[in-house]
């Protein structure tokens, strides 16, 4: 980056309230064209809210923002639009039953006039995937793209209008590592000529790989600014968090026979058999490109999803055509993929959320009578135990920081002890404290003689917590790597789809 | 809190400004108009044990309308399951016709019940297996429902000898008591108190409410959490189903004590509107009931006694609901002044 | 001064049972400078509070205008034994409580010897609304009627399923003529519209309904409301009404058959004379139209 | 295949789509509101407005056509009442618009007897008649399908392909659509979804005024008190059933509307049917088909809820 470089954008005193609540306190700082900054803060920091003010969504208080040398009290999404800056959101902002050139068409008058070219579009959409070596199908329609093409086409859009100022919110969260180089192999490229980029992430060593300077958010006021080159690992943190993390420390393997503890026979995704076998005290990863199998396995095993043929023992116990109810009652959790969607009911409390799976037992209801005080207990004890940062346990799920609904659902998936714990991207959009925390529950889990099937997109995640590591390409495991060979190429190597 | 009950106050008052208004073009009197309206609604003794009377149809719908829109369930069959759960009450009303009243009343209540919830479980089952959107299919229900009750009075139920289509006259065992002689109000409105109570206690008390919510906020979550999705919903289909049949027994059985072929001037329809001002929940739906019952009764009197015509009453209903309901409009116009007023800074 | 209410299941503008009604009120009014008061789209569910309404203001008479208000009259009644209660074809009869019935089938008879006489086809048609006794009534008069006329005819009819639904009607009207009803009884909104589309003969009903369509409405069978209402109110007035069951037809001069304004030159003379010969042969009392409500 | 040629046939063919064409109108304008994500349960409302304003319209300058805008206009104006609650007073729209159908089943009764009267005898205008197109209506089933309607029902079945192309192919409709999907999407690109919404409301009043007009100016020529009689609510279960698509819309209304004339024909049959049983025919059919063939259908992501803040 060029320190001569014209100033895209500076910030002064940018303030954000919610009713009494200020999300975002008195922010000031300054981005060059071409620069690369990450934005770190904890979950419910501000940050997002901070860059949706950049881009017309959020009108702050109080502070100005000047971009390309005019200054402004408030932008509105057409203004931020026409002043190049496009970003990309944590929940895409892609309508999914359109197709991709269809969605960028939206809004865009330069696409053709009453009647939008469909087709030029796509040929445009086309040649500037080319560019940046994406490979994307401008007629395909959206909600049939992986998550990872999703947000590929959400960048591209905000290139293909133009964006000199391109934010990206937590973008890595929903990609492998592969395709994390692969974005930013692209972000450097644009930043060479010229974009200025936002760039939030929780993962420290990608934007110490990435990143030109960072600025460091808490409970949204600016604690800091530094020059990548002038910083490490440890001060973020330590700005972030205003404490050091404590490293995870992994128990070694028992060095007891394994027994089993979920044995699958005849399964089919449909590619294939596949047999699983799961032990105690073990963690199982699996790794495998988005779409690979993963989300049905999980789903097999959860009895969301039916399969004929399928022999399901899970300690002794024949579960093969049981009820979803009955295998939570087994003691099988999970954190699903999609919190929003399978974990969560929005407008109910906290509290009501953390006890959605165990409101028939006891003490949360007697013969059908719920119990309000031992769920107000519980909630308790599960906030405090999982730092759930909110205002009160009575607020509704939906208004918590992504985060920290995290942490809720987490919560509830580990509060009755599982025999077996289907975790799924379980730290996704965490920030570095939850996600350690996170971490050592799993490995609290495993010591107890639990299993966890732990789906993971992080390679280094995987590596360091799994005592096995099941690979899966095309609805099938390419391979069960162990202790011995659970290496990065090995993993890498597999999930290409070799054998 | 009071805040609150004083803009529900100013809606209504500025609703009555604005029926004055099409009074006044009427040629009419509207405080004449309003005058009779308050004491034939709520003013006299009679007035108001019209107003419960009305009331108990209209919250008995609502409370199961409400429990419905809470699962997530957009029941609008009442209006077909109140036929239905009527003619069924008048069925066997008149089969047990000299029976103890201690056998017929409870006999006339399940039947309705059955019969209203059965009418509703068709709408369920057709959703739950084939995927049919409940809103066409209780529409159509409700059309099927009083041709089907037509031909019923027309034919099989038909009272011996009657010019009519409509049953016998129910006899004094089978009817519902009123409360107190001399005036229409009877024990419905313990039927309805009673379901209040249940339906308030079972939402937010009882598991099985806990997970209504649930499955009508996110079913997909309740699935996770291992509920049965299937369970629940055809169960809101049937508890609303039944409280509407009861709600044609009452109407049956306490006020036209038999059944007829124009049983219902639309409850089932104005429950909807009762059920959601009363916010979905079966305390406000009683209310709410209420509320509108008076408007209704007081509504129709302003036609009786100040000569206001009828169309004018639903217009001045309508009113009132809809200035309820634009109870955000204060603040826009304040957000609207803010914006275009210019700011004088110093 | 004698003060009159009257309450009604639809509107009074519906050129129709209600308009009839409504008729017969202002008639009243006008006879004998009553005081008067109506309420319309009363349901019945409204009916017997909206009676007990006007009792307790100290109406002397309440015309409770519908067959299905019956049941309330009675028990308002009970209630005010000083008010008088007329209900449009009541069970029963109390000491307050008399009936009127609605006479218009006779002049059914004679719109169906007119369908009868004038049908090319020999197919003729009525449409209604719901199968309530005093359409069943008409309907029935009406076929017996067009039988005395031609033996051979075939009449035709449909029940909408509702009271009020124009276009509905206009299509059941229309469905007939296509199975070759050439003359068609409107008794409701609509029929008169297929007449003119399909070009066929109507009969208008309960009010001269020429003007809406004056190249084929024949005539209207006309119901006024207003002898009854008036020699009622006059009764209750002088104190010498009594409980009864007050029948204004064709005798009486309230059921009349319309001006045919210059389209009787389409019906058969001799039809004509027939038809004028049954009218007179009821109005003075040598005929009997038989009333029967059963459904076919 | 006698029966193609058959005279009572080619009637109930012609009948089914003259009692399509109301609904289909209404169901037209159903569509729109629902695809930009209001759910307009106040067609009936709309319908029974344009109804009014149309026989209005054309009694006082003796015009038709004059009547049909005129019903255009007051029915979109009916709309947007609704849409006003929806979109600036986040209203529920159920609410709404149930309460507005109510409230406009009296205004128009109320308004008739202000602009004609209570004694005066109802006047009929001469109402659109079927256009005469000579041989083309006696082609087997496409005649009386095609070839024996009014001018104003050929407007609804081209509003019918119309409706689809702007749906489909312009921006408008492209934007609509965003706007009933994802409204926040449309928003971060610059769309103004409030103001699309209500633009998708004016037309979606305009289209079920011209339903309205065409029962009081091509059915009847005449207005009667709630001439409608629920047709704006069986448009709503018809434009589900179609899937909220145009084309669907037709072959719905136009089975609902067979439905209907075939039942007024067997009434004709010397078959001993009760009479209820085959008045319920359109609705059993309606349901069987709802269950038999179409079964779940997409609504809009956000159709019936209120934009987020801000
Ligand atoms: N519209 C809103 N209304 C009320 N509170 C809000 C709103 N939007 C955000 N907040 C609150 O503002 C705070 C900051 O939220 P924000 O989403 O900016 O955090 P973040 O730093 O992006 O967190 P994460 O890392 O979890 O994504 C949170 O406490 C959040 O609950
Ligand atoms: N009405 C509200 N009240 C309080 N907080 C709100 C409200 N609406 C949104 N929020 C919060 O605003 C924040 C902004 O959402 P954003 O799209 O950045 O997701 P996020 O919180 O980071 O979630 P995720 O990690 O799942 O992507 C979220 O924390 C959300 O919970
Ligand atoms: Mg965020
Ligand atoms: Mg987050």
């Given at each position: 980056?060029?320190?001569?470089?014209?100033?895209?954008?500076?910030?002064?005193?940018?303030?954000?309230?919610?009713?009494?609540?200020?999300?975002?306190?008195?922010?000031?700082?300054?981005?060059?064209?071409?620069?690369?900054?990450?934005?770190?803060?904890?979950?419910?920091?501000?940050?997002?809210?901070?860059?949706?003010?950049?881009?017309?969504?959020?009108?702050?208080?109080?502070?100005?923002?000047?971009?390309?040398?005019?200054?402004?009290?408030?932008?509105?999404?057409?203004?931020?639009?026409?002043?190049?800056?496009?970003?990309?959101?944590?929940?895409?902002?892609?309508?999914?039953?359109?197709?991709?050139?269809?969605?960028?068409?939206?809004?865009?008058?330069?696409?053709?006039?009453?009647?939008?070219?469909?087709?030029?579009?796509?040929?445009?959409?086309?040649?500037?995937?080319?560019?940046?070596?994406?490979?994307?199908?401008?007629?395909?329609?959206?909600?049939?793209?992986?998550?990872?093409?999703?947000?590929?086409?959400?960048?591209?859009?905000?290139?293909?209008?133009?964006?000199?100022?391109?934010?990206?919110?937590?973008?890595?969260?929903?990609?492998?590592?592969?395709?994390?180089?692969?974005?930013?192999?692209?972000?450097?490229?644009?930043?060479?000529?010229?974009?200025?980029?936002?760039?939030?992430?929780?993962?420290?060593?990608?934007?110490?790989?990435?990143?030109?300077?960072?600025?460091?958010?808490?409970?949204?006021?600016?604690?800091?600014?530094?020059?990548?080159?002038?910083?490490?690992?440890?001060?973020?943190?330590?700005?972030?968090?205003?404490?050091?993390?404590?490293?995870?420390?992994?128990?070694?393997?028992?060095?007891?026979?394994?027994?089993?503890?979920?044995?699958?026979?005849?399964?089919?995704?449909?590619?294939?058999?596949?047999?699983?076998?799961?032990?105690?005290?073990?963690?199982?990863?699996?790794?495998?490109?988005?779409?690979?199998?993963?989300?049905?396995?999980?789903?097999?095993?959860?009895?969301?999803?039916?399969?004929?043929?399928?022999?399901?023992?899970?300690?002794?116990?024949?579960?093969?055509?049981?009820?979803?109810?009955?295998?939570?009652?087994?003691?099988?959790?999970?954190?699903?993929?999609?919190?929003?969607?399978?974990?969560?009911?929005?407008?109910?409390?906290?509290?009501?959320?953390?006890?959605?799976?165990?409101?028939?037992?006891?003490?949360?209801?007697?013969?059908?009578?719920?119990?309000?005080?031992?769920?107000?207990?519980?909630?308790?004890?599960?906030?405090?135990?999982?730092?759930?940062?909110?205002?009160?346990?009575?607020?509704?799920?939906?208004?918590?920081?992504?985060?920290?609904?995290?942490?809720?659902?987490?919560?509830?998936?580990?509060?009755?002890?599982?025999?077996?714990?289907?975790?799924?991207?379980?730290?996704?959009?965490?920030?570095?404290?939850?996600?350690?925390?996170?971490?050592?529950?799993?490995?609290?889990?495993?010591?107890?003689?639990?299993?966890?099937?732990?789906?993971?997109?992080?390679?280094?995640?995987?590596?360091?917590?799994?005592?096995?590591?099941?690979?899966?390409?095309?609805?099938?495991?390419?391979?069960?790597?162990?202790?011995?060979?659970?290496?990065?190429?090995?993993?890498?190597?597999?999930?290409?789809?070799?054998? | 809190m009071a805040k609150h009950i004083l803009g529900q106050l100013a809606a209504v008052v500025i609703a009555f400004a604005l029926s004055a208004v099409l009074i006044l073009l009427a040629g009419k009197d509207p405080l004449l108009a309003f005058g009779a309206m308050a004491q034939s609604a709520l003013g006299s003794a009679n007035g108001l044990s019209e107003t419960l009377l009305r009331m108990v149809p209209l919250a008995l719908c609502a409370i199961g309308i409400s429990l419905s829109f809470r699962a997530g369930v957009?029941?609008?069959?009442?209006?077909?399951?109140?036929?239905?759960?009527?003619?069924?009450?008048?069925?066997?009303?008149?089969?047990?016709?000299?029976?103890?009243?201690?056998?017929?009343?409870?006999?006339?209540?399940?039947?309705?019940?059955?019969?209203?919830?059965?009418?509703?479980?068709?709408?369920?089952?057709?959703?739950?297996?084939?995927?049919?959107?409940?809103?066409?299919?209780?529409?159509?229900?409700?059309?099927?429902?009083?041709?089907?009750?037509?031909?019923?009075?027309?034919?099989?139920?038909?009272?011996?000898?009657?010019?009519?289509?409509?049953?016998?006259?129910?006899?004094?065992?089978?009817?519902?008591?009123?409360?107190?002689?001399?005036?229409?109000?009877?024990?419905?409105?313990?039927?309805?108190?009673?379901?209040?109570l249940l339906a308030s206690l079972y939402l937010w008390r009882r598991t099985g409410g806990f997970r209504l919510r649930v499955v009508g906020q996110n079913p997909t979550a309740a699935l996770n959490a291992g509920m049965n999705l299937q369970k629940i919903t055809l169960g809101a289909f049937l508890v609303s189903g039944a409280l509407a049949g009861i709600a044609g027994y009452t109407e049956v059985a306490g006020v036209q004590r038999r059944m007829i072929e124009n049983l219902s001037p639309g409850y089932g329809y104005?429950?909807?509107?009762?059920?959601?001002?009363?916010?979905?929940?079966?305390?406000?739906?009683?209310?709410?009931?209420?509320?509108?019952?008076?408007?209704?009764?007081?509504?129709?009197?302003?036609?009786?006694?100040?000569?206001?015509?009828?169309?004018?009453?639903?217009?001045?209903?309508?009113?009132?609901?809809?200035?309820?309901?634009?109870?955000?409009?204060?603040?826009?116009?304040?957000?609207?002044?803010?914006?275009?007023?210019?700011?004088?800074?110093? | 001064?004698?003060?009159?209410?009257?309450?009604?299941?639809?509107?009074?503008?519906?050129?129709?049972?209600?308009?009839?009604?409504?008729?017969?009120?202002?008639?009243?009014?006008?006879?004998?400078?009553?005081?008067?008061?109506?309420?319309?789209?009363?349901?019945?569910?409204?009916?017997?509070?909206?009676?007990?309404?006007?009792?307790?203001?100290?109406?002397?008479?309440?015309?409770?205008?519908?067959?299905?208000?019956?049941?309330?009259?009675?028990?308002?009644?009970?209630?005010?034994?000083?008010?008088?209660?007329?209900?449009?074809?009541?069970?029963?009869?109390?000491?307050?409580?008399?009936?009127?019935?609605?006479?218009?089938?006779?002049?059914?008879?004679?719109?169906?010897?007119?369908?009868?006489?004038?049908?090319?086809?020999?197919?003729?048609?009525?449409?209604?609304?719901?199968?309530?006794?005093?359409?069943?009534?008409?309907?029935?008069?009406?076929?017996?009627?067009?039988?005395?006329?031609?033996?051979?005819?075939?009449?035709?009819?449909?029940?909408?399923?509702?009271?009020?639904?124009?276009?509905?009607?206009?299509?059941?009207?229309?469905?007939?003529?296509?199975?070759?009803?050439?003359?068609?009884?409107?008794?409701?909104?609509?029929?008169?519209?297929?007449?003119?589309?399909?070009?066929?003969?109507?009969?208008?009903?309960?009010?001269?309904?020429?003007?809406?369509?004056?190249?084929?409405?024949?005539?209207?069978?006309?119901?006024?409301?207003?002898?009854?209402?008036?020699?009622?109110?006059?009764?209750?007035?002088?104190?010498?009404?009594?409980?009864?069951?007050?029948?204004?037809?064709?005798?009486?001069?309230?059921?009349?058959?319309?001006?045919?304004?210059?389209?009787?030159?389409?019906?058969?003379?001799?039809?004509?004379?027939?038809?004028?010969?049954?009218?007179?042969?009821?109005?003075?009392?040598?005929?009997?139209?038989?009333?029967?409500?059963?459904?076919? | 295949?006698?029966?193609?040629?058959?005279?009572?046939?080619?009637?109930?063919?012609?009948?089914?789509?003259?009692?399509?064409?109301?609904?289909?109108?209404?169901?037209?304008?159903?569509?729109?509101?629902?695809?930009?994500?209001?759910?307009?349960?106040?067609?009936?409302?709309?319908?029974?407005?344009?109804?009014?304003?149309?026989?209005?319209?054309?009694?006082?300058?003796?015009?038709?056509?004059?009547?049909?805008?005129?019903?255009?206009?007051?029915?979109?104006?009916?709309?947007?009442?609704?849409?006003?609650?929806?979109?600036?007073?986040?209203?529920?729209?159920?609410?709404?618009?149930?309460?507005?159908?109510?409230?406009?089943?009296?205004?128009?009764?109320?308004?008739?007897?202000?602009?004609?009267?209570?004694?005066?005898?109802?006047?009929?205008?001469?109402?659109?008649?079927?256009?005469?197109?000579?041989?083309?209506?006696?082609?087997?089933?496409?005649?009386?399908?095609?070839?024996?309607?009014?001018?104003?029902?050929?407007?609804?079945?081209?509003?019918?392909?119309?409706?689809?192309?702007?749906?489909?192919?312009?921006?408008?409709?492209?934007?609509?659509?965003?706007?009933?999907?994802?409204?926040?999407?449309?928003?971060?690109?610059?769309?103004?979804?409030?103001?699309?919404?209500?633009?998708?409301?004016?037309?979606?009043?305009?289209?079920?005024?011209?339903?309205?007009?065409?029962?009081?100016?091509?059915?009847?020529?005449?207005?009667?008190?709630?001439?409608?009689?629920?047709?704006?609510?069986?448009?709503?279960?018809?434009?589900?059933?179609?899937?909220?698509?145009?084309?669907?819309?037709?072959?719905?209304?136009?089975?609902?509307?067979?439905?209907?004339?075939?039942?007024?024909?067997?009434?004709?049959?010397?078959?001993?049917?009760?009479?209820?049983?085959?008045?319920?025919?359109?609705?059993?059919?309606?349901?069987?088909?709802?269950?038999?063939?179409?079964?779940?259908?997409?609504?809009?992501?956000?159709?019936?809820?209120?934009?987020?803040?801000?």
């Amino acid at each position: 980056m060029n320190p001569k470089a014209e100033v895209a954008l500076s910030l002064h005193n940018v303030t954000v309230r919610f009713g009494t609540f200020t999300a975002v306190d008195g922010i000031s700082t300054t981005l060059r064209a071409g620069e690369i900054r990450a934005v770190l803060g904890e979950n419910g920091a501000g940050k997002s809210t901070l860059m949706r003010v950049l881009a017309g969504q959020v009108t702050p208080a109080s502070g100005q923002i000047t971009a390309f040398g005019t200054s402004y009290a408030k932008l509105d999404a057409d203004l931020a639009l026409s002043l190049g800056i496009g970003m990309v959101y944590q929940h895409f902002m892609q309508v999914p039953q359109f197709t991709v050139a269809e969605n960028f068409c939206l809004g865009l008058p330069r696409t053709g006039g009453v009647i939008p070219n469909l087709r030029r579009t796509a040929a445009e959409i086309a040649a500037l995937a080319a560019r940046y070596g994406f490979d994307i199908d401008p007629n395909a329609r959206v909600e049939t793209l992986s998550v990872p093409a999703q947000q590929r086409v959400e960048i591209l859009k905000a290139l293909y209008r133009g964006a000199r100022i391109l934010i990206l919110d937590e973008p890595t969260a929903v990609l492998s590592p592969d395709e994390a180089q692969g974005l930013f192999a692209m972000v450097r490229a644009l930043a060479a000529e010229g974009t200025a980029v936002l760039f939030i992430s929780h993962k420290l060593h990608e934007i110490m790989d990435l990143c030109d300077s960072v600025t460091v958010i808490r409970r949204g006021k600016l604690v800091g600014e530094r020059q990548v080159a002038d910083t490490s690992e440890a001060e973020l943190s330590r700005l972030m968090v205003g404490s050091d993390i404590p490293d995870l420390t992994r128990p070694p393997t028992l060095s007891v026979a394994p027994t089993p503890l979920l044995t699958l026979r005849g399964l089919n995704l449909g590619r294939g058999p596949l047999d699983l076998t799961l032990h105690k005290g073990e963690i199982f990863g699996i790794a495998g490109v988005d779409g690979s199998g993963q989300i049905e396995l999980v789903e097999t095993i959860m009895g969301l999803r039916r399969q004929a043929g399928l022999a399901f023992d899970f300690l002794g116990q024949d579960l093969t055509g049981a009820s979803i109810k009955t295998r939570l009652a087994a003691g099988i959790a999970q954190i699903p993929e999609d919190r929003h969607k399978s974990a969560m009911v929005a407008e109910m409390s906290v509290a009501d959320n953390l006890v959605l799976d165990r409101i028939e037992q006891p003490p949360f209801s007697k013969s059908g009578w719920i119990n309000t005080p031992a769920i107000t207990a519980e909630a308790d004890r599960a906030i405090a135990a999982f730092d759930v940062r909110m205002q009160a346990r009575s607020q509704p799920m939906g208004s918590l920081s992504g985060g920290n609904q995290q942490k809720v659902v987490l919560a509830r998936a580990l509060a009755q002890a599982p025999q077996l714990l289907l975790a799924v991207y379980p730290a996704r959009g965490l920030d570095l404290g939850a996600t350690r925390f996170v971490h050592q529950q799993l490995l609290a889990r495993r010591a107890a003689g639990a299993s966890v099937l732990l789906v993971s997109a992080e390679l280094e995640e995987l590596l360091s917590l799994s005592d096995r590591i099941g690979v899966m390409f095309d609805r099938r495991f390419a391979g069960i790597l162990t202790e011995d060979d659970m290496t990065m190429a090995n993993l890498g190597r597999l999930m290409a789809g070799a054998a | 809190m009071a805040k609150h009950i004083l803009g529900q106050l100013a809606a209504v008052v500025i609703a009555f400004a604005l029926s004055a208004v099409l009074i006044l073009l009427a040629g009419k009197d509207p405080l004449l108009a309003f005058g009779a309206m308050a004491q034939s609604a709520l003013g006299s003794a009679n007035g108001l044990s019209e107003t419960l009377l009305r009331m108990v149809p209209l919250a008995l719908c609502a409370i199961g309308i409400s429990l419905s829109f809470r699962a997530g369930v957009f029941n609008t069959g009442a209006e077909g399951q109140l036929y239905i759960g009527g003619v069924t009450a008048a069925a066997i009303g008149t089969a047990l016709a000299g029976t103890d009243a201690f056998i017929t009343m409870p006999a006339m209540i399940l039947g309705a019940a059955i019969a209203g919830a059965f009418w509703s479980g068709i709408a369920g089952a057709l959703k739950l297996r084939f995927g049919a959107d409940e809103l066409i299919t209780t529409i159509m229900l409700n059309y099927i429902a009083i041709f089907f009750v037509g031909f019923l009075l027309h034919g099989p139920l038909r009272a011996d000898g009657s010019a009519l289509a409509q049953t016998a006259r129910l006899t004094a065992e089978a009817r519902l008591p009123v409360l107190v002689q001399g005036f229409r109000a009877n024990w419905g409105i313990f039927l309805v108190i009673l379901a209040a109570l249940l339906a308030s206690l079972y939402l937010w008390r009882r598991t099985g409410g806990f997970r209504l919510r649930v499955v009508g906020q996110n079913p997909t979550a309740a699935l996770n959490a291992g509920m049965n999705l299937q369970k629940i919903t055809l169960g809101a289909f049937l508890v609303s189903g039944a409280l509407a049949g009861i709600a044609g027994y009452t109407e049956v059985a306490g006020v036209q004590r038999r059944m007829i072929e124009n049983l219902s001037p639309g409850y089932g329809y104005t429950a909807i509107i009762v059920a959601l001002l009363g916010g979905t929940n079966p305390i406000g739906a009683v209310i709410a009931a209420f509320f509108f019952a008076a408007l209704q009764v007081g509504a129709s009197a302003m036609e009786s006694t100040a000569g206001v015509p009828s169309s004018l009453a639903s217009v001045t209903q309508a009113l009132v609901v809809l200035c309820l309901l634009a109870r955000n409009a204060p603040v826009l116009l304040r957000n609207w002044l803010a914006r275009h007023t210019p700011k004088t800074e110093a | 001064e004698v003060k009159i209410a009257m309450i009604l299941t639809g509107p009074i503008t519906d050129a129709d049972w209600n308009s009839v009604g409504y008729n017969g009120l202002k008639a009243a009014e006008d006879a004998l400078g009553a005081t008067i008061a109506y309420s319309e789209n009363v349901t019945d569910a409204d009916a017997e509070r909206i009676l007990r309404d006007y009792a307790s203001q100290g109406y002397d008479v309440i015309f409770a205008h519908s067959f299905s208000f019956g049941d309330a009259a009675l028990n308002v009644a009970e209630d005010f034994p000083e008010t008088v209660f007329m209900a449009a074809t009541a069970q029963e009869l109390t000491e307050n409580v008399g009936t009127y019935s609605n006479p218009d089938y006779q002049g059914a008879y004679l719109a169906g010897m007119l369908a009868a006489g004038t049908s090319k086809t020999g197919t003729v048609g009525w449409v209604g609304g719901m199968p309530a006794p005093n359409m069943l009534a008409n309907l029935n008069a009406y076929a017996a009627g067009a039988q005395e006329q031609n033996p051979d005819v075939n009449v035709l009819h449909t029940f909408i399923g509702s009271w009020f639904d124009p276009a509905k009607t206009k299509e059941a009207a229309i469905a007939q003529t296509e199975q070759g009803a050439d003359v068609l009884s409107a008794q409701g909104v609509g029929v008169i519209d297929a007449a003119i589309s399909e070009n066929v003969w109507a009969l208008g009903a309960m009010t001269d309904q020429n003007h809406l369509g004056p190249n084929v409405v024949l005539t209207s069978v006309l119901w006024d409301l207003g002898p009854l209402v008036t020699a009622v109110a006059k009764a209750v007035e002088d104190g010498t009404w009594t409980s009864q069951e007050w029948t204004y037809g064709i005798p009486e001069g309230a059921i009349k058959l319309a001006d045919f304004h210059g389209l009787d030159s389409n019906i058969p003379a001799d039809v004509l004379a027939t038809v004028n010969a049954k009218f007179d042969a009821i109005a003075a009392g040598d005929f009997i139209v038989p009333l029967d409500t059963t459904q076919h | 295949m006698d029966f193609l040629t058959d005279p009572v046939f080619a009637g109930f063919l012609a009948a089914s789509v003259r009692l399509a064409i109301p609904i289909l109108l209404a169901a037209l304008g159903g569509i729109f509101a629902e695809r930009a994500g209001v759910l307009n349960i106040g067609l009936e409302g709309q319908m029974l407005t344009g109804a009014l304003a149309g026989y209005a319209g054309a009694t006082l300058t003796q015009n038709l056509w004059f009547g049909v805008i005129i019903a255009m206009v007051a029915g979109a104006m009916a709309a947007l009442v609704l849409a006003y609650y929806a979109i600036r007073l986040r209203a529920n729209q159920v609410i709404v618009g149930i309460a507005l159908n109510l409230g406009l089943m009296g205004a128009t009764s109320f308004a008739y007897r202000l602009l004609f009267g209570v004694d005066t005898p109802r006047q009929r205008v001469d109402s659109f008649q079927s256009l005469n197109l000579g041989a083309l209506a006696d082609i087997p089933v496409l005649g009386p399908l095609l070839f024996r309607l009014d001018a104003l029902s050929y407007l609804a079945l081209a509003a019918v392909f119309v409706s689809w192309f702007v749906l489909a192919r312009l921006r408008i409709g492209l934007n609509l659509r965003a706007a009933g999907e994802h409204p926040e999407a449309a928003k971060t690109l610059g769309l103004n979804v409030p103001r699309i919404r209500f633009g998708a409301m004016a037309v979606a009043g305009a289209l079920a005024g011209v339903g309205g007009a065409s029962l009081s100016l091509a059915a009847t020529g005449t207005f009667v008190d709630n001439m409608t009689a629920g047709r704006g609510y069986i448009a709503l279960a018809i434009l589900i059933l179609g899937q909220r698509h145009p084309i669907g819309a037709l072959a719905s209304a136009l089975l609902f509307g067979a439905a209907e004339a075939l039942q007024l024909r067997a009434q004709l049959l010397p078959i001993n049917i009760p009479v209820q049983f085959l008045q319920m025919l359109p609705y059993v059919l309606t349901i069987a088909v709802l269950a038999g063939l179409v079964g779940r259908s997409r609504a809009p992501a956000a159709l019936g809820k209120p934009l987020s803040d801000d």
